[in-house]
Structures are given as structure tokens and as C-alpha cells.
């Protein structure tokens, strides 16, 4: 079972990335799936997530608006899109699964400890 996350990379202030989460050994219709990040010296934080059907998304108050969750469970993917980025995003960023859960389970939950397999984390860096 495996989380391979990419994407990530050095932006300018107000610039955007798209980060990617390839999962293998586990069909992402089955897990909520998530991204959390942690910057230097701070605890890791949700900042996004998908329920099992991809029609509920939950977002930190931080990116609402500004970043994108999106899944797409034939190609068990799932992706962050990222806009109008600023210096409080740099972070490395993971991809999560939570899961199995039952099927039409629409919850998403942001407690990093619901969340039982996780990728390898991507460096984010955005530059003022």
C-alpha cells in the first residue's frame, strides 16, 4: 500500500501548483482521502479532504477558496490544486487515505489520526 505524492516546488507569491497523489495497492472509492501539511517547527495540519465519492470536500479555513480537492477514483488519484499561494503555504504536503470505509460514507474528518495510510510528502515553497 502506497501514497506517492508530486507536484511540489518552488512558487512566487500569488502563483499556483498542483499537487498529485498516485495510490497503489488500494482503491481510493474506499478511503477518504486527504492532504495535511506541516511547516517548519509546527504540528501538521489538515488542510483539505474528499469523501469516498468525491461529492463532499472539507477545507481548512486558511485555503478555502484559494485550493482545489479533487479525486478521480478510476485513476485512484487525487489532487490539490493551489492558487494565489503566499509565504504561509510553504509546508511539505501529504497525501492521506482513511480507511476502508463503509460504502456511501460521506464524513471527512480532519484529525490526522483517522487517517491510516500516508504518502511521502512533497516540499511546497513559496517565495514572497
Known amino acids: 500500500v502506497q501514497l506517492q505524492a508530486s507536484g511540489g516546488g518552488l512558487v512566487q507569491a500569488g502563483g499556483s501548483l498542483k499537487l498529485s497523489c498516485a495510490a497503489s495497492g488500494l482503491t481510493t472509492s474506499a478511503y477518504t482521502m486527504a492532504w495535511f501539511r506541516q511547516a517548519l517547527g509546527k504540528e501538521r495540519e489538515f488542510v483539505a479532504g474528499?469523501?469516498?465519492?468525491?461529492?463532499?470536500?472539507s477545507y481548512a479555513n486558511s485555503v478555502k477558496g484559494r485550493f482545489t480537492i479533487s479525486r478521480d477514483n478510476a485513476r485512484n488519484t487525487v489532487s490539490l490544486q493551489m492558487n494565489s499561494l503566499t509565504s504561509e503555504d510553504t509546508a511539505v504536503y501529504y497525501c492521506?487515505?482513511?480507511?476502508?470505509?463503509?460504502?456511501?460514507?460521506?464524513?471527512?474528518?480532519?484529525?490526522?489520526?483517522?487517517?491510516?495510510?500516508w504518502g511521502q510528502g512533497t516540499q511546497v515553497t513559496v517565495s514572497s
Open positions: 492521506a487515505a482513511g480507511g476502508p470505509r463503509p460504502m456511501r460514507f460521506e464524513g471527512i474528518s480532519t484529525d490526522r489520526t483517522q487517517y491510516n495510510v
Open positions: 474528499s469523501s469516498l465519492s468525491g461529492r463532499s470536500t
